[in-house]
């Protein structure tokens, strides 16, 4: 503990690299390696999707420099992401109606994207403090307790704030015995539950309302997990079927979407939670990340030889290309009708955003 190291908490393409910076500051970061994921399913029938004709995007760049950028995430208009110049890390917010960037916390701290309510996360690893940055007032104020154990995996919907959390010990041999919690921040009264604990590492946590989706890897892939905060004494139920790696699960409202390669390939499948049917939302190229927005699932795609972003509207059953510009998009988050993404067109991965 109290070491800083650069959180990854999206899964990546093979070939996606992000171009080391350079600048100034202090405090070394190293991202850490992540399990290599790969998806897994076995789905009902999909309806065909029809494809409307791709426009070249009108999008605007997000971040600025050469840096190193890490995955944005988006409520409202307002786009939230790290940075890191060579020595320091940055949490930065950007506002998409006046176009203007704020450094809201530098140094060893993570905002993990997460945003909701008018709050951003700031994790700082070094003592694995979390604060709540208030955009309106531009305060930050400790919402966890000052013990010093592992967090992780934060994500936040409207008042609601998850994460994990390791209150494991030291054995008689001195080896660690962990005991994995999921803990939720309540916006409103200031309290934290431990709403489930004693389970495998949850993993890539999203949360929705009183849903939450998570991924546990075991030693022959991954898998995606249903957890509903609402019920009393609830046990995770599992989404994904099949073998191989499933994994990056996103949910709004009754619909979870989530990246397998249970067939060999990998493609973004969706989960009705109401009639319990899996089906393939893409069958054309590959694709890895995905987001969900009301009707709306917005995801990577690689049919066309580069990445693209597409969206599908879950309503009409119709896929629609987003973006066509030569070089990758990737990584989509969505809020409404507004996207961000990764973008490599100035040879290194930077942030860009439009509507869709």
Known sequence: MGVCVFIIYDYLTPDA???????????????????????TPMPTATPTPTLDAGHYQQDTKVTGGDFE????????????YDMYDGTKNYSMLYDVNTQR??????????????????????????GNKIYLYDINSRKSGLTS???DCDRSGFTMFDTKLAYYQDDGHYNTDGVWTPLHTIRVFNMVDGQTSIVIYDIP??????????????????GEGSDVYLLDLAKLNSKPQRVSTGSGNNNHARIYDHTIVY???????SHIYMYDINTGKTSVVATEGE???????????????????????????LSTGVERRITNEPHDQRAPVIYGNRIAYMDNRNGYDAIYTMTI
């Open 145 to 147: 307790s000052d013990d």
């Open 69 to 80: 950028y890490y995955y944005p995430g988006i409520w409202s208009h307002y786009i939230v």
């Open 201 to 218: 590492k949850p993993l890539d946590m999203r949360i929705y309302k009183d849903m939450l989706v998570y991924t546990v890897v075991d």
């Open 17 to 39: 690299s992000l171009t080391p910076v350079t600048q100034t500051p202090a405090i070394a970061v190293t991202p850490p390696l992540l399990p290599t994921m790969t998806p």
């Open 101 to 126: 960037t704020t450094r809201i916390a530098e140094g060893c701290v993570f905002s993990n994207g997460a945003i909701s309510n008018g709050k951003v996360l700031l994790f700082y690893p070094e």
């Open 287 to 313: 694709q890895w990340n995905a987001d969900i927005y009301g009707n709306t699932i917005v995801y990577d795609d690689n049919r066309n030889g580069n990445w693209d972003i597409y969206a599908y509207d």
């Open 259 to 265: 990246y397998s390669d249970r067939d060999g390939k």
